[in-house]
Each structure stands twice: as structure tokens, then as C-alpha cells.
């Protein structure tokens, strides 16, 4: 019987590396991949936008079925992932050789050739391609760094690499198993085909362009012109908090942008309701809800807004197709489902059946008061200052809004782990950055939708407009509150971009709308330059992009422990040991905010766990998930680092098998057969041992 590590190293390829080689130039197939789609799609006679965005849907379904493919024979390497892409490309080449080229056989849209574009309206794109560039550049050149990829995101895209599938493992941490993975599953592929973490980045980066071109396709389905879909595009790429959120590896963009892709075509369906259409809102809707769990929230009244938008034949004809739509969004999400419901009993991954509160984030009784109350806090998160003194003001005013409606500001069911409610004020980082310039354009957008500004689509505006209105009120009936929430909200002001597109052109005259359309570019710019944690810009209050690489990964609230995570890195790479275990110790395991010890990803990414260089594994795990150790039949450690085990006697004894020898760094142990003290049942060594990083 053939073995299955030579099999996986067989087809894996070379070693892992962050730079420009042969293993990077593996990057080719799945861009092409994308660009053959987009082809076929425009021989197909679709114009370059929804060419552009139906190509991200399948591309984005090919990730999940490469994916889950891969997983079940423990296959996702480097080699059989960078095969897959080929043979997708292999089959666009045969498709387009063997086509007969017939003209708009699919979607009967037209290609409306490029009005001629003014002198203003040509500068304010290059404006926002600026902006966009900005994003893109820091993308590239910043490691990713913020707080909760490190923590979940990415250390679940190691663990992939390492065990060679998608498969549920041992983890302190729920949210690594149970959250959306599509996001991680894209970043996955990108770090195997180019060989390191250089480019995870772009994942949201991308997306963003993505929602910039679809909020413009929404704006024309309300009705804007040519001019009012290019500000609807401004308006969508100067969202203060998605450009800080664009240039690094969350998800929050991917899933405004395959949220604001099922309602484009969904409009598209109300005029032409083509099984082209019906294919492209399922998988859409079903990308959402893989990336993120407030896609439940969001989707339904937006999308029953623009489905009540359609003729009634086109209603009838969806609900009749519906089960189609409904079909390839649940295979979509039918592996991660499984999972779940193995794990926690629930396809959601929620509740999880033991204590755990960092995952409770749902408000357990829901009333109408509550709601209200949630509203002001959820709006108050874009109403921060510069201004210490205002920002108390403004505190104290949304109090007495929130005890004005019979509620407590500090609602313990409302806010998360019961804190108490407070402002924050204007931030450049992207958890806690508002939008103010945009919710008041989205304010007036909707008033102008529903009372103001006739218009003959009024109807059917003023239905977009109560689907984001009802949306949000979901949101704010359903979650607590957090500090954080704003980034929550990003998905609604990307299709409220298109509203204000529309109403830009429609109610303001031309030499207003260009003044708004100067307005936000210029608001944006400083987001776009000096992001708190990746600054293009350097100043002593944020964390530029000109430190070493490995340095940057601390950026976000971490930068005392690099020293420490680096000599780690450092210990490991000295012992060549391939087979690393992670404890991720932790007394308390009712993790309410994070414990020190589950910022991980730093160490992964240097000391190269990418499952070929080396793998990695967590072990001491002991909550449900640790049954999962014993199915992937991990080969002894060679090492074990140790993360808050420094004065663990427990531990110590743990891990006295391996090597018998310890190296400590701060907090953390290195358990192996090389440390500079021995493990041998004595105390715990009072004095920690370290050595300083090096570039």
C-alpha cells in the first residue's frame, strides 16, 4: 500500500519561501484561471463588469471545491493545488477553442460603450484609483498584523497546510474551526502557490474592487446614469473603515463584496431572469455565508427587498427556481455544515454545547426596547471625534438617547461580556474606525429614497432603501454591541453606496455631487496613507511599513513580545526540527478576551509552518476538540513551544519526555532535546532565559 507522506511530498514540490522564484511563478494558474473565465464570459457577450464579478463568483466556487476536494484524501499541498488551477485552465482553453462564437447567446446585455467622461469626471477616478493603489501597495508590503487574524484567521490556514486538509482539529480556540473559512480557504491558496504570506493580503483587497464594481452595476439597476454609477463607485471606495480593512486578511470585505454580487444579479434577474442569473445569486449567497456569519443577518430582507423590486412574473418565476439557488448555496456550505454539527450539534458551529464566552455573542432575549437601544449604540460608532471633550458630549448625549427609550446604556444582555457602553473616538485603526461622512450621505440617501427627490424609479429605491433600514435593524436585534462593531456595519454601507450614486446624481446638481465626490476622496486619503497598524506614512503614532518584515507582525498591540516570539523562531530553526506541537496553554478555558498565549500566527510564519518546511500541531488541548488529535495520528515532536508555561509546573512535567531539556523566552517554553536547561523534574526555573532577535 502506497504511503501517503511520500504521496503528499511527492506532489508538494520544493521548500516554502516569501519571494519572487519558480515556486511564486505557481501563482500563473489561478490568475489565469480567472482571467479565462472572465473570457468566456465576454464572448458570451456580458459587459466587463458583471463579466468581471460573475469570474469571482466561480473563481470563488472553484476555491471551495479544490478545497474540500483536496481535504478528503489529505492532499492540499503546494503541488495539488497549483494542479487543480491548471486543469481549470486547461478546460477554459478547450472551451473557448471548441466554442462556436455566438454573440450574446447567454444574457441579452449590451456592452454601453464608455460615455465620453469630462475633464472632473476623468480626475475624480484617477482620484479614487489612487486610493485604490494605496490600498493595494500596502497590502503587498505589509505582513498581515491585526489582532484577530493572528489569533484565528490565519493560524487555521497553517493548520491546514500542516495536516493537509480542511478537517476539523485539536484547538484551544473555537473560532479557528467554526466561523466562516472562505476568506482563509482563498488566503490558504495563495500562501501555497506563492510559497508564504506575501499576498494574503489582497484577498480583501480584491474584494473590495470587487464591491466597487458592483455597487456601480446596482446603481445602474436603480436607475443612475453613467455619472451616478461612478459616484456610487467613489462613494463605495472611500468607506473609511473598508480602506483600513482592505490592505490586510480579515474577511469583512469579501463578504460585502459576494453580499453587494448576489444583489446585483439578483436586479439583473428582475430584467432578465436567466438561469445565468439564478446560478450566479445562489453561489453568490452561498460565498457569503461561508466567509462570514453576519451574512445570515444581512442577506434576507436586502435580498426579499430586491426580489418584491422585480415584475410579478419575474417573482413568480424565482420563487419557482428558488430551490435551484437554494441548492447550490447549501453545497457550498454542506462540508463546513458537517463539521460543525459534529463538533457543536449545530450546522452554525453555535451555540457550542460547554462555556465559552467569547463565541456568545448573540442578545438572548429580544424586545423591541432593546433594539432601539442597540440601534443608537450600533450608530454611535461612526459619530467619534478627534476631540476628547466632544466625544464625552456625544457619549453623554447617546446615553440620554438610550435611557430616553426606557433602556440601559449598559445593558449587561446587550453588550458584549456585559462591559459598559462607551465612544470611541476617530481612529485609523480598522477595528475601531467610523464612517461619519458616509452615514450621513446614507441618511440622506435614504430620506431622499422614501420622501424626497422624485424620481420615476421611486418604488423601486425606496425598496432598496427598507431592505439595508431592516437589515440593520436585524443586526442591531440579534448581535450585542461590541466596540468593534463598526466593521460589522461595512457590508451595508457598501450597498448604500449605490443609493448614494443614485441619489448624488439624481437630486443634487452636477457641481454639488462633485463637490461630495471631492469631499470623501480627500476624507479618504488619510486613511488610504497612515492605517494605524501598516502606515504608508511614518509618524510616531502608528506603526509604519518601513520595520523588518518579521517585526511587523506584532504591530497591533503586540509589539512586547516580538523579541521573545523571534528568539523562539530562532531556537527552532537552530534544532531543524520539522515536527513542532503548539500549546497554547490556558488556565481559564472560558476564554472571554483573548488569552496572551493564542497569539500564535507570528511563530508560524517564522519559523516557515507551512506543512512542507515544517509542521505543526496543537497539543495539551483538552476541551471537545481533543478527540480530533488521535484521528490525524501526529509522529512525535520533535519540539514543543509552550505559550504561558514559563512558571506552568504542570507543563514542565508534561512535556519532560521531549528532549528532557528546556529554553525559556519570556513567558513562553521551548520543550527539546537542545535547551539550555534541564527538565528534569526539579522546580520550575525561577530566572527566564532569553536571547535577543536579530534581524
Known amino acids: 500500500m502506497l504511503d501517503r507522506t511520500a504521496i503528499q511530498e511527492a506532489i508538494s514540490g520544493g521548500k516554502s519561501r516569501d519571494g519572487w522564484s519558480a515556486i511564486s511563478l505557481l501563482l500563473v494558474f489561478p490568475i489565469a484561471a480567472f482571467i479565462l473565465l472572465y473570457v468566456i464570459l465576454r464572448e458570451k457577450g456580458i459587459d466587463w463588469r458583471r463579466a468581471a464579478i460573475a469570474a ?54 449590451k456592452d454601453s460603450s464608455d460615455p465620453a467622461l469630462d475633464g472632473t469626471t476623468k480626475g475624480l477616478l484617477i482620484a479614487t484609483g489612487i486610493i485604490i493603489m494605496l490600498v493595494l501597495i500596502t497590502a503587498v508590503v505589509s505582513p498581515p498584523n491585526v489582532w484577530d487574524a493572528i489569533e484565528y484567521h490565519l493560524p487555521r490556514v497553517t493548520m491546514w497546510m500542516s495536516n493537509h486538509s480542511v478537517r476539523f482539529y485539536a484547538t484551544p480556540d473555537y473560532c479557528q474551526l467554526i466561523y466562516g473559512p472562505w476568506a482563509e480557504y482563498a488566503m490558504m491558496h495563495l500562501y501555497l502557490l506563492w510559497g508564504g504570506d506575501r499576498l494574503v493580503n489582497l484577498i480583501e483587497s480584491i474584494s473590495m474592487i470587487g464591491s466597487i464594481l458592483g455597487v456601480s452595476v446596482i446603481a445602474e439597476r436603480l436607475g443612475a446614469g453613467p455619472r451616478g454609477q461612478i459616484l456610487a463607485a467613489i462613494v463605495c471606495a472611500t ?79 424565482f420563487l419557482k427556481r428558488s430551490a435551484i439557488c437554494a441548492l447550490l448555496a447549501l453545497g457550498l456550505n454542506l462540508p463546513q455544515y458537517v463539521r460543525c ?8 458551529g453555535l451555540p457550542i454545547p460547554v462555556k465559552y464566552p467569547r463565541t456568545e455573542l448573540t442578545i438572548p432575549h429580544i424586545t423591541a426596547l432593546g433594539t432601539i437601544a442597540n440601534l443608537i449604540r450600533n450608530v454611535s460608532l461612526h459619530l467619534g471625534t478627534p476631540s476628547a471633550n466632544a466625544n464625552a458630549k456625544i457619549e453623554g448625549i447617546v446615553r440620554l438617547a438610550i435611557q430616553g427609550v426606557g433602556a440601559n446604556p449598559d445593558d449587561p444582555e446587550a453588550i458584549w461580556l456585559g462591559e459598559p457602553f462607551e465612544l470611541h473616538g476617530f481612529s485609523l485603526h480598522e477595528v475601531h474606525a467610523g464612517n461619519p461622512l458616509h452615514l450621513a450621505l446614507l441618511l440622506i440617501s435614504i430620506g431622499a429614497s422614501l420622501w424626497g427627490c422624485g424620481h420615476p424609479l421611486r418604488r423601486r429605491t425606496s425598496w432598496y432603501a427598507l431592505g439595508i433600514i431592516t437589515s440593520f435593524i436585524l443586526f442591531c436585534a440579534t448581535l450585542q454591541w461590541q466596540t468593534w462593531s463598526s466593521r460589522y456595519h461595512l457590508p451595508l454601507f457598501a450597498l448604500g453606496s449605490a443609493l448614494s450614486g443614485l441619489v448624488i446624481d ?117 476541551n471537545i476538540t481533543a478527540r480530533y488529535a488521535a484521528q490525524e495520528g501526529y509522529r512525535d515532536p520533535c519540539a514543543v513551544i509552550c505559550l504561558g508555561c514559563s512558571s ?15 529554553s525559556v523566552f519570556d513567558n513562553i517554553v521551548v520543550f527539546s532535546a537542545k535547551g539550555t536547561i534541564p527538565n528534569s523534574g526539579a522546580d520550575v526555573p525561577v530566572t527566564n532565559t532569553s536571547t535577543m532577535a536579530t534581524d
Open 239 to 317: 468607506i473609511p473603515e473598508g480602506i483600513l480593512e482592505a490592505s490586510g486578511p480579515m474577511n469583512t470585505y469579501v463578504e460585502s463584496f459576494w453580499i453587494v454580487a448576489s444583489v446585483a444579479f439578483l436586479m439583473d434577474w428582475n430584467e432578465f431572469p436567466s438561469w445565468y442569473n439564478m446560478v450566479c445569486v445562489g453561489l453568490s449567497v452561498g460565498l457569503a455565508i461561508l466567509t462570514k456569519g453576519t451574512a445570515y443577518v444581512f442577506l434576507p430582507f436586502v435580498l426579499l427587498a430586491c426580489w418584491w423590486i422585480g415584475s410579478r412574473a419575474t417573482r413568480t418565476l
Open 506 to 622: 439624481r437630486c443634487f446638481s452636477k457641481r454639488l455631487g462633485v463637490a461630495v465626490a471631492i469631499l470623501v476622496l480627500v476624507y479618504a486619503l488619510p486613511f488610504a496613507l497612515i492605517n494605524k497598524t501598516r502606515s504608508l506614512v511614518p509618524w510616531s503614532r502608528v506603526d509604519d511599513v518601513y520595520h523588518p518584515r518579521w517585526l511587523f507582525y506584532f504591530s497591533d498591540q503586540h509589539e512586547a513580545a516580538a523579541t521573545a516570539y523571534r528568539s523562539v523562531a530562532d531556537t527552532v530553526e537552530q534544532l531543524q526540527c520539522r515536527n513542532v506541537g503548539i500549546d497554547s496553554y490556558i488556565k481559564d478555558p472560558e476564554i472571554k478576551r483573548s488569552p496572551r498565549s493564542l497569539f500564535v500566527y507570528p511563530l508560524f510564519a517564522l519559523i516557515h509552518a507551512d506543512g512542507m518546511t515544517r509542521e505543526v500541531w496543537y497539543t495539551g488541548v483538552s
Open 341 to 348: 454539527s459534529e463538533l457543536t450539534g449545530s450546522p452554525l
Open 56 to 109: 469571482a463568483i466561480f473563481w470563488g466556487t472553484s476555491v471551495v471545491v479544490i478545497t474540500e476536494s483536496l481535504s478528503v484524501p489529505r492532499l492540499i499541498t503546494r503541488g495539488a493545488v497549483a494542479i487543480c488551477w491548471l486543469a481549470i485552465c486547461v478546460a477554459s482553453v478547450a472551451y473557448l477553442s471548441l466554442r462556436k462564437r455566438r454573440a450574446r447567446d447567454l444574457l441579452p446585455v
Open 648 to 662: 506552568v509546573p504542570e507543563k514542565w512535567a508534561e512535556y519532560r519526555g521531549v528532549g528532557g531539556r528546556a
